[in-house]
């Protein structure tokens, strides 16, 4: 069975700092990782995916790195803003499904 | 494209009732998965459906659940005789599913339906 876990579970920062969240995952034959951020209350949006290929995905200010061997994923935050505050989970694709870590929340302090 | 829709999106009942959820998923997409999420911890699989065929089952989905797909298009998801421990979040996604490899595609989420029991 697939187990996620995500470090830290809570992480506060003030405005401008980098932000590193970190995945493992125990099962590396896994197709695909994606970082997801969730709004208190709402759904899931995604941020990036990373294909089981890849060694990293970037978008704005946002780079996610896979190394499917060791089973682990950070994800970076550059800049972090008072708008970055959420919760991050992070899900490994297994064949049809995706296993969750418990996902890190964030607060950025303006 | 509008999204993957859940109904309703808040819904309160008493111990012992029926409760029905809707998704509606993207209109191309022929998966559709259903996961729950409890307070501070990430979702969990419940089941898939390809088209209108569920296909996996999680042991988490006891037998007062059921979901259905009909016609492969929306999907309702029926918990029985509801207990305080169905209290979550019951998310909805759908992703498209290519024949030509492995199934590599994003799962796309919808806004989830919260159920509180009381």
């Known amino acids: 069975k697939q187990e996620v876990t995500q470090i830290p579970a809570a992480l506060s920062v003030p405005e401008g700092e980098n932000l590193v969240l970190n995945c493992s995952f125990t099962d590396s034959a896994i197709y695909n990782l994606q970082w997801f951020r969730q709004d208190p209350g709402k759904g899931l949006t995604s941020l990036l995916l990373?294909?089981?290929?890849?060694r990293e995905q970037t978008s704005g200010r946002l780079n996610a790195s896979l190394d499917k061997s060791s089973g682990r994923s950070t994800l970076y935050i550059a800049a972090s803003q008072p708008g970055d505050s959420a919760t991050y989970l992070c899900?490994?694709?297994?064949?049809?499904?995706?296993?969750f870590g418990a996902g890190t929340t964030v607060t950025v302090r303006a | 494209d509008t999204g993957v829709s859940q109904n309703p999106r808040h819904k309160i009942t008493k111990r012992g009732q029926n409760v029905t959820f809707r998704c509606d998923p993207i209109?191309?997409?022929?998966?559709l998965y259903w996961y729950r999420q409890t307070l501070g911890q990430g979702p969990e699989f419940l089941t898939y459906f390809q088209n209108e065929a569920q296909l996996e089952k999680s042991r988490l989905l006891s037998d007062r659940f059921s979901a259905e797909r009909p016609k492969g298009s929306f999907s309702t998801l029926e918990i029985q005789r509801t207990e305080q421990g169905d209290s979550a979040m019951y998310l909805c996604?759908?992703?498209?599913?290519?024949?030509?490899?492995?199934?590599?595609?994003?799962?796309?989420f919808g806004p989830g339906t919260r159920l509180t029991v009381l």
């Open positions: 996604a759908s992703s498209p599913f290519r024949t030509s490899g492995t199934s590599t595609d994003t799962q796309y």
């Open positions: 990373i294909q089981s290929s890849q």
């Open positions: 899900a490994v694709l297994n064949d049809y499904k995706l296993s």
């Open positions: 209109s191309e997409h022929n998966r």
